[in-house]
C-alpha cells in the first residue's frame, strides 16, 4: 500500500515559521511531481506549490517569496518551508503525488491525510 504521510504542522505567530514534510511509503516504483495544497476554513483546496522529480518548481502567487518547496528523492521526500506566515495561511496542508506501485506498475494519484497549520495574529 502506498501513503504520503505529512508532518510539521502546529501553531505559530504571525510573521513565524514552519516546515512541512512529506513522506512516501510502500512498495514504490517511481514518483512524479509532488506538491503541496491547502484547504483554509470555509474555502476550497488551493495549489501550494508543486516540484518535478528533478527539481523545477511552481508556486501560487501569494506564496512566491514566502514559501519553498524542496524534494529529496532519496528519502522519497517533499518539503515545504514557510517563511513569514501570515494569519491568512491557516489551512489543513496535504502532500500530493503520482505514485506507481512496483508490484502492479499501477499509477495511483495518492493525497496526505493533511497537517493543520494555524497562524495567529
Known amino acids: 500500500q502506498v501513503q504520503l504521510v505529512e508532518s510539521g504542522g502546529g501553531l505559530v505567530q504571525a510573521g513565524g515559521s514552519l516546515r512541512l514534510s512529506c513522506t512516501a511509503s510502500g512498495s514504490i516504483y517511481s514518483i512524479g511531481t509532488m506538491g503541496w495544497y491547502r484547504r483554509a476554513p470555509g474555502k476550497q483546496r488551493e495549489l501550494v506549490a508543486t516540484?518535478?522529480?528533478?527539481?523545477?518548481?511552481n508556486y501560487a502567487d501569494s506564496m512566491k517569496g514566502r514559501f519553498t518547496i524542496s524534494r529529496d528523492n532519496a528519502r522519497r521526500t517533499v518539503y515545504l518551508q514557510m517563511n513569514s506566515l501570515k494569519p491568512e495561511d491557516t489551512a489543513v496542508y496535504y502532500c500530493?503525488?503520482?505514485?506507481?506501485?512496483?508490484?502492479?506498475?499501477?499509477?495511483?494519484?495518492?493525497w496526505g491525510q493533511g497537517t493543520q497549520v494555524t497562524v495567529s495574529s
Open positions: 500530493n503525488a503520482p505514485v506507481v506501485a512496483s508490484r502492479s506498475g499501477i499509477d495511483y494519484d495518492v
Open positions: 516540484v518535478t522529480s528533478v527539481g523545477s518548481t
